[in-house]
């Protein structure tokens, strides 16, 4: 058995990255929108060649100005011209410490199973001979193993 995940995150890590990033949560949420699922699904999307349009059209405000309609405040369009990236490096370390956690949950999950299977196997085993104490474990835990095989097909 292939062990890669051999070393548990200790809780005092954990702890203290959870705190960082309650830290991080509470500097960026007073600058921040929150939308509801109706909100998201009904705000315009704009991929990456629609901003470069608007990039240009911000640009022209700056150095055309006269043509900017008396309804339009420029100022929040700079605004949001500075958030609409998205903050790709901010974004790109979160990635970075979801993917650290998530591929170790994964590895942790997998390998869990695999020693569940075994400890399986090996009560399955011997319950089918009768070893004390077996059979019960083996009952307990055949539910969350349904077998795989072949159904015989039942006689009519």
């Known amino acids: 058995m292939n062990n890669i995940h051999n070393q548990s995150i200790p ?23 929150v939308m509801t699922a109706d909100e998201r699904a009904s705000v315009l999307k ?10 240009k059209a911000f640009g022209y405000t700056k150095t055309n100005p006269e043509f900017v309609p008396s ?35 994964l590895a942790a999950r ?12 090996n009560v399955q085993q011997a319950a089918s001979v009768n070893l004390p104490g077996a059979k019960a474990i083996y009952d307990d835990l055949k539910q969350y193993f349904p077998r795989t095989g072949k159904k015989t097909e039942e006689k009519k």
């Open 11 to 33: 809780q005092e890590i954990l702890d203290q990255v959870r705190i960082k990033i309650e830290e991080a949560i509470g500097f960026i949420k007073p600058y921040s929108v």
């Open 46 to 55: 704009v991929g990456d060649k629609a901003f470069t349009c608007v990039n």
């Open 71 to 105: 309804y339009l405040n420029v100022a929040d369009f700079e605004i949001d011209i500075k958030d609409a990236d998205g903050h790709p490096s901010l974004v790109s370390l979160i990635n970075q410490l979801y993917n650290y956690l998530d591929d170790t949950k």
């Open 110 to 121: 997998s390998e869990a199973y695999s020693a569940s299977l075994y400890y399986y196997g």
